[in-house]
């Protein structure tokens, strides 16, 4: 399979608690971008960081990116519930303009 | 700006019939793409297109067929429909960075 892992495959934490999940991919990559998918919704893409990039922030997000050890980490600082959701990376191919994704890490944040 | 439009969002065939899935986008993108949605398995890509007239195979491509005649439709076709092709089906497009996405169309194949 071409898709990346993602892990954990679910967490639950408390509101105001960061959470952080991990993506890992498998080829050389053009960038890797974070999605977010609300229950029976289309993804909304959240961050895109470059394969020359090491680290990127947006707002309460924060990734990185470790090309060496084909990993990402996507972490969200502050958790609401509203943030409850599942989170998706995604690679485009070095040299291809697909984009394939991870099987996901499904977020809980307990009021 | 409707973004990325799929229709139908529901439908239910029976084994071995046909169906045209239709994605449209009204933001000029150059790449579409086509991906099924399984419990556990993450989105998983059928097929993709890099412009009008082109397709591509992506992860998990047989049993269905893409074709782009307008930059701006994207359809995916089952030819002779199977229950393991029951899924959430989700389009999306995009110009070099993100994509955007459909709502969706939940097939079941019974």
């Known amino acids: 399979s071409q898709q990346g892992e993602e892990d954990p495959q679910a967490l639950s934490i408390q509101e105001g608690e960061n959470a952080t999940m991990n993506c890992s991919y498998k080829t050389s990559i053009n960038n890797l971008q974070w999605y977010r998918q609300n229950s029976g919704r289309g993804l909304v893409h959240l961050i895109l960081i470059r394969s020359n990039e090491r680290e990127k922030h947006s707002g309460r997000l924060r990734v990185t990116l470790d090309t060496s050890k084909k990993s990402s980490s996507l972490l969200i600082t502050a958790s609401r519930a509203a943030d409850t959701a599942s989170y998706f990376c995604?690679?485009?191919?070095?040299?291809?303009?697909?984009?394939?994704f991870g099987t996901g890490t499904r977020l809980t944040v307990i009021p | 700006n409707a973004g990325v439009t799929q229709t139908p969002k529901f439908r239910v065939l029976k084994t071995g019939q046909s169906m045209t899935l239709l994605c449209a986008q009204d933001?000029?993108?150059?790449?579409m793409y086509w991906y099924r949605q399984d419990p556990g398995m993450g989105l998983r890509l059928i097929h993709y297109?890099?412009?009008?007239?082109?397709?591509a195979k992506g992860e998990v491509p047989d049993g269905y067929n893409v074709s782009r005649l307008k930059k701006q439709n994207f359809l995916l076709g089952l030819e002779s429909a199977a229950p393991s092709q029951t899924s959430v089906y989700f389009c999306?497009?995009?110009?070099?960075?993100?994509?955007?996405f459909g709502q969706g169309t939940r097939l079941t194949v019974v």
């Open positions: 297109s890099v412009g009008e007239g082109t397709t």
């Open positions: 995604a690679t485009e191919q070095t040299g291809a303009n697909n984009l394939f």
């Open positions: 933001m000029n993108h150059e790449y």
């Open positions: 999306a497009s995009s110009q070099y960075t993100e994509a955007f």
